[in-house]
Nanobody, 117 residues
């Protein structure tokens, strides 16, 4: 099983930027779809962005235009660049594989993003 460690979160003011990283313990070269998810207090976990091995990306409407997902297979790392952050973006962010439309069964600790107003 490929384990993943998220990092790059922190406390930022509204309008600020963060780059989240997801480092995998094993190769992600053969994994077609990787995604970033987030969960805010009292809310269900939701999909933020997806990226295929070919570079095709998909974004939730709530972050479209403000976020960019990318991957570096050689470094076994997936990134999420977040700009123009809003307080509504406050959540724990996780990365995971997506298989047959569903996330993988393993979830890491995630990385906390807190956006102050």
């Amino acid at each position: 099983q490929v384990q993943r460690v998220e990092s790059g979160g922190g406390l930022v003011q509204a309008g600020g930027s963060l780059r989240l990283s997801c480092a995998a313990s094993g190769s992600i070269f053969s994994i077609n779809v990787m995604g970033w998810y987030r969960q805010a207090p009292g809310k269900q976990r939701e999909l933020v962005a997806l990226i295929t091995s070919g570079g095709t990306t998909t974004y939730a409407d709530s972050v479209k235009g403000r976020c960019t997902i990318s991957r570096d297979n050689a470094k076994n790392t997936v990134y999420l660049q977040m700009n123009s952050l809003k307080p509504e973006d406050t959540a724990v962010y996780y990365c995971n594989v997506q298989k047959q439309g569903y996330p993988g069964s393993f979830w890491g600790q995630g990385t906390q993003v807190t956006v102050s107003s």
